[in-house]
């Protein structure tokens, strides 16, 4: 039998699903469709990682590659380092018998246990599910509401100082190599130190022949150079100085380059208690956030906490997390996050906030040059333009290629720091040296690998994109640069397999084509931005935290490869700061107005599977009530007293079963929801009185990673009245 699975997976997200789902069940079941759930958590991957849960991650992986595949895929946790030791305290706490996270792994058994933590790091559940490249829009629903109920995108005040710093020069644009392998090999990646050592790295690499494989390294020596020039920059100019990564899907790298940060925003304390710091076991990669409370345990602890607030004192004005609560930009490495934190600041008219909760101009520090000028021409757009308006603005979807870990910079197991200096090389099954790099102690040495067959669907998907929008396709690729070069020759060799006639496509820069997209979007033009993988990432996020003021109403499908699909439901972002909200005040801002749009696809999905034509018509009337649903403007509030993500469910619900209840295609279904709709019509105040009542006061979920089901279940369905008429539906 066909079923949809929906996944549990973390903090806000979560919560949402313990009440909405009961709903889409309770629905579904009528029209004979059957849902099933795997939790593919950051906690629950843990437990499957020491044989304490059954691995359903690796059972998605699976299934994605199935024709038969049908899953709805919440925002997860792409853990950092910090997140996950926290996940696996909590789980210790709870009775599971989970070992520490190893930090320098010395015995067999210790490595053995970092291997599987190193699963878990990072965006680790992206790439098993992503068996299709990513077709990612802004519903016309949303982008009219947003036309007519717009946000706003503040102006750069004139004469602003914000702007982006990045290297340019050695760094992993720069240093960038890439070939397309001509036949099927088996690689290894090797070190040769300057003792004439042999240090194998990789080994066992399969590749099949048309595959492109990159190599690349950032200059450990350059980056800290850099970084002292940055920091001196923003003191000298009197702004403040923030780090933007991607420490999740770069999970090996991105922490790297944030503990060179630490490092030199705190120098002179490196340079007098490093020492103490690393026997303590406190590494600048996690940052402040866990270097301060690991002082209290140090006889100098005081002495050095004093030296890190005189070194803030003495540097340059930080940008911070959470003013009121003291987190800074070099708290967590996981706190700022490029693809989301940039887009905020441009929409705050170029301006972050400092120490005292005030906005300022911001130096912009983003190390790796390969996608900084991206943003830096968004900046002196609307410097130069003013701020984009919602109310006219077009729009800019996404086609990127992410299909079988296409592109996954840093996220695999091809990204080292490295021990002593040599020379890098990947090598051929037969010897010969494919790409090769000088290397020093201290550089961070990447490889990636990009499959044929995923660049072969990423062209038709954007060209079926562009044909059925009848918007231009652009491809954001740089010719100068070593892995794009040998992209474009793939798709000029892809695109005259499909009919092109009539469509506009174009190939260039990241920069021209970021000014090219604005240009049209001003015009009120639409114009789909067609990506690689990490690209994907950050123009989903920017153009539509412009556009719409968040990412997370996005529509994203997946078609895989295989037939089957995978619907995402927008950006996780913001989830933790919801999480504190709901444990602090029982209140939980989270939209999920991106379930509601994966789920209508799904559903159209599982019609067509199964053949089950009630499953179209669930999905036809929820599209309709969603509608209804943004023009009465039901979306969670900002404060208490309105209505939060659990009263949106209740109004989904209530919308969905009108449509339905007044739809001729099925008149079972028809006369099924009649009733239901009633009731909840009738009841609407009693139920908005029950749902708003409970706000004010602390929530008991039972744990942050790992909530207790019956606790956070009872929080997030308070509703008697309610829950009585989705249960005995």
């Not at 190599?177 to 090999?185: I, Q």
């Not at 044929?452 to 929008?469: F, G």
């Amino acid at each position: 039998m066909s079923s949809i699975i929906y996944t549990h997976t973390d903090e806000a997200p979560l919560l949402a699903t313990y009440s909405f789902l009961p709903i889409v069940e309770a629905y579904a079941a009528k029209a004979g469709v059957n849902f099933e759930t795997r939790d593919i958590s950051v906690a629950a991957r843990i437990l499957a990682q020491f044989g304490l849960a059954d691995d359903a991650l690796a059972e998605l992986g699976a299934l994605a590659k199935t024709p038969e595949a049908n899953i709805i895929k919440l925002p997860n946790v792409s853990a950092s380092i910090p997140q996950l030791k926290a996940a696996v305290k909590e789980l210790q706490e709870k009775g599971f018998d989970v070992p520490d996270y190893p930090e320098a792994p010395s015995t067999e058994e210790e490595k053995e246990i970092r291997a599987k933590y190193d699963k878990i790091k990072g965006s680790a559940v992206n790439p098993v599910l992503r068996e299709g490249n990513s077709d990612r829009r802004a519903p016309a629903s949303v982008k009219n509401y947003a036309k007519t109920h717009p946000h706003t995108n503040k102006a750069f005040t004139e004469g602003s100082k914000t702007s982006v710093a990045t290297m340019g020069a050695h760094d992993f644009a720069s240093n960038e190599k890439s070939v397309t392998v001509a036949a099927d090999d088996t690689l290894s990646i090797v070190l040769e130190t300057a003792a004439g050592d042999q240090v194998v790295l990789k080994d066992g690499l399969k590749v099949l022949a048309g595959e492109i494989i990159d190599a690349t390294k950032m200059e450990a020596a350059h980056l800290q150079a850099f970084l002292r020039n940055a920091i001196a920059t923003a003191k000298a100019t009197d702004v403040l100085f923030s780090l933007h990564l991607k420490a999740t899907m770069m999970k090996v790298s991105d922490p790297i380059i944030f503990g060179h940060v630490v490092k030199a925003f705190f120098e002179p304390v490196f340079e007098q208690y490093g020492a103490d710091l690393a026997a303590a076991g406190l590494s600048a990669n996690d940052g402040l956030g866990s270097i301060l409370p690991g002082l209290d345990a140090l006889p100098n602890g005081a002495e050095i906490k004093a030296a890190f607030e005189k070194a803030i004192a003495d540097g340059p004005r930080m940008s911070y997390v959470n003013s009121d609560k003291g987190i800074t930009n070099l708290h967590v490495p996981s706190d700022v996050i490029v693809d989301a934190s940039m887009p905020a600041l441009v929409r705050n008219g170029g301006r972050l906030w400092g120490a005292d909760g005030g906005e300022d101009d911001t130096l912009a520090v983003i190390p790796d040059s390969s996608y900084a000028g991206v943003y830096q021409a968004v900046i002196e757009d609307c410097k130069e333009h003013g701020p984009l308006d919602p109310a006219t603005i077009g729009t800019v979807p996404n086609v990127g290629l992410m299909a079988q870990a296409a592109e996954e910079y840093g996220s695999h197991d091809k990204t080292f720091e490295i021990a002593e200096a040599g020379t890098v090389r990947i090598l051929a099954a037969d010897g010969t040296v494919l790409i090769e790099h000088d290397v020093e102690a201290g550089d961070i040495w990447r490889a990636c690998q990009t499959k044929d067959i995923p660049v072969q669907d990423w062209v038709k998907l954007a060209v079926t994109r562009a044909r059925a929008s009848g918007m231009p396709a652009i491809f954001w690729l740089n010719e100068s640069r070593a892995h794009d070069a040998e992209i474009i020759k793939k798709v000029n060799a892809y695109l005259p397999d499909h009919d092109t006639d009539g469509l506009e496509i174009k190939i260039l820069s990241p920069e021209l084509a970021t000014s090219y997209s604005l240009a049209r979007m001003r015009r009120g033009e639409d114009t789909i931005s067609v990506t690689g993988n990490v690209l994907r990432d950050y123009n989903t996020d920017l153009f539509p935290i412009l556009e719409l003021g968040t990412s997370a109403k996005m529509l994203s499908v997946v078609p895989l490869i295989a037939g089957g699909g995978l619907f995402e439901t927008g950006a996780g972002g913001s989830a933790p700061k919801h999480v504190q909200q709901l444990v602090e005040e029982d209140y939980l801002r989270w939209d999920s107005l991106g379930e509601f749009f994966a789920l209508v696809p799904s559903l159209e999905k599982y019609a067509e599977q199964a053949g089950a034509p009630a499953a179209q018509v669930l999905a036809d009337t929820l599209d309709r009530a969603t509608g209804t649903f943004l023009n009465e403007d039901r979306s969670p509030g900002r404060k208490l007293g309105s209505t939060d993500n659990r009263g949106s469910h209740f109004y989904l619900a209530l919308y969905w079963a009108e449509e339905v209840a007044k739809q001729t295609d099925d008149a079972a279904l028809a006369a099924a929801f009649g009733p239901l709709a009633k009731t909840l019509r009738d009841n609407e105040s009693v139920i908005a009185e029950e749902l708003i009542a409970v706000q004010g006061k602390p929530a008991d979920i039972g744990g942050y990673y790992y909530p207790d089901a019956e606790k956070t279940s009872k929080v997030m369905r308070p509703s008697a009245t309610l829950n009585e008429a989705i249960d005995s539906f």
